[in-house]
């Protein structure tokens, strides 16, 4: 089983157009003990969210319309954002495995599936942000 993200509690958008899928990404986020989270059922609902404050991670499908555009809007914004996008189809997998920060899950989604993808997606997110810290700290006390 998997177990919960408690040394780092990161922001998550999940997008997407399907109500069902929503809410189920909503549980999964909740049982993991991940309390900041906003769910969006559009590119536009998504892109207001995005600019009223900052997320860690993006959860979308790759078929909603217009996607390619919150895609890049959320790259330029914000690039060390981690991203799991959802799809129907295998062959899209290949095509995005190269993508840095982006992890793929095929639809219908599995709950340990997901689950395990969010949490390397926060903990990778927290690993960053500890390693720049350490070297910011580390410039500061040695001048380098």
Known sequence: MWTKVTSYQGRILVVDQEDWCRQFLSQVIKLMGIAEFQLAASVEEALE?????????????LHLPEHARLLENCRQRFPAMRFILMTPHRSQVYHWSYVEQV?????PLSLDEIARKI???????HRSKVEEDFRRLRQEAFRI
């Open 49 to 61: 969210a995005l600019e009223e404050s900052a997320f860690d991670l993006l959860i979308t499908d």
């Open 103 to 107: 992890e793929v899950v095929i639809k």
């Open 119 to 125: 949490r390397a997606a926060m903990l990778q997110k």
